[in-house]
Each structure stands twice: as structure tokens, then as C-alpha cells.
């Protein structure tokens, strides 16, 4: 049992309650280079299979060694048309060859994300097209393991503060900032409990 786990029960009886008959939640963190991004970007709006069979795809037709990370030289040369040509759609394709660029250029850089500050991540990651703030909250909770994060637009989040609060309606984004403060500072914390609180059909 972590210690943000015991600060949030205390701050929050409510959400305590709901947090005990769930139980401890695992944690886990992966790292987050040019692979990684292609990887989201190639899933968005996909299932699982089916984006990992587009993924290997575009790994083995731009040559990326087995077992082996996508770097953004790898890319950076091809058109778009050879990618779509791999699975991917048009938009698809210029969202990652518009990584590669970036990455390429400098106005992506990943070995230095773990000292930026959450909102610097997501002003440099959403300048890259096809990557949007929900996005990189996920990054920024699952990959990166930042402890307060709060994706106001996420049904999920919303649905499971609707669930906490008894409200008979989906809260406003001004309620949620507002009932959050308490969480401070292990709000994605209390986000994986607000998942788990909705999907569970335990509390309504």
C-alpha cells in the first residue's frame, strides 16, 4: 500500500470508501521516445489487434531491426503514399511523418521529457498533428508516471465523479477542478480509481 495510496483515502473520505473495497491498484511506467508515439498514434480509433498488425507492418517495411526501437530517420524520408501503402491512412501517415520532422528538428525532444514539467510536455507533444492534450495526459499518467494529472474531458473521469457525488447529471469541467483539489497531489491516482469506480458497476 503506497503512501499516496493512505494520503488520498484521508483527504477524501468518500472517495477512501470507494478506494478500500477496490483495493491497492498496480502502477507501472514504460518509456516514451518516437516508438512509443508512432505506437499511439497508429492506435488511435483502432482495436488492439488490428493496430499492432499496422505497427508490425510499418516496423518490417521501413526496416527497423527485430526486437529494435523506430527512430524518426527511419521515416523521415518516405512519403506518404508508402505508408499508406503499409496499412496506415492518409492522416495517419502525416501525423507520423509530422513526429519524424519534429523529432528530427529538435522541436520534439524525448531524452528530455523527464525534466519538463507536465504542461511543457503537452505544448510540445500537441504541436505535432494527430496528438491532442487527452492524449498526452495518458502519456503523462501511464508512461511517464506524473502523480497530478487530470483529464477534465475524459468520459470515464466524468462518469466516475458522477458516481462518487451522487450527481444526476455529468459534472461541468468547473466542478471537476474544483472537487479535485482535495486529491492534490496524487490526482492521476484518484483518476485510475474513478475508472475503476465506473466500470466496476459496484457503486451505481
Known amino acids: 500500500m503506497t503512501e499516496a495510496y ?6 477524501d473520505p468518500a472517495l477512501g470508501a470507494m ?11 514504460r518509456p516514451v521516445d518516437f516508438h512509443t508515439m508512432v505506437e499511439v498514434i497508429v492506435g488511435q480509433q483502432l482495436s488492439l489487434k488490428a493496430a499492432d ?11 527497423c531491426p527485430l526486437e ?3 527512430l524518426p530517420e527511419m521515416l523521415i524520408d518516405h512519403a506518404p503514399e508508402t505508408l499508406r501503402l503499409l496499412g496506415l491512412s492518409r492522416q495517419k501517415s502525416g501525423y507520423i ?3 519524424a520532422g519534429k523529432s528530427v528538428g529538435g522541436e520534439v525532444r524525448f531524452d528530455h521529457f523527464e525534466d519538463l514539467p507536465d504542461e511543457e510536455i503537452i505544448r510540445e ?4 498533428k494527430g496528438i491532442g492534450v487527452w492524449t498526452v495526459q495518458m502519456i503523462l499518467m501511464f508512461s511517464l508516471g506524473r502523480p497530478d494529472v487530470l483529464p477534465v474531458d475524459d468520459l470515464g473521469i466524468q462518469h466516475g465523479i458522477r458516481l462518487l457525488d451522487g450527481l444526476s447529471e455529468k459534472p461541468t469541467k468547473a466542478y471537476m477542478l474544483q472537487r479535485a483539489e482535495v486529491w492534490r497531489p496524487h490526482r492521476s491516482l484518484a483518476c485510475r480509481y474513478l475508472w475503476r469506480i465506473k466500470d466496476s458497476g459496484l457503486f451505481g
Not at 493512505?6 to 483527504?11: E, H, I, N, T
Not at 498488425?53 to 526496416?63: A, D, H, K, P, Y
Open 97 to 99: 511523418l509530422d513526429l
Open 125 to 128: 507533444l500537441t504541436a505535432v
Open 19 to 29: 478506494m478500500e473495497a477496490i483495493g491497492p491498484l498496480e502502477s507501472t511506467t
Open 6 to 11: 493512505k494520503v488520498l483515502r484521508r483527504a
Open 53 to 63: 498488425t499496422i505497427f508490425q507492418r510499418l516496423c518490417c517495411g521501413v526496416e
Open 68 to 70: 529494435g526501437r523506430l
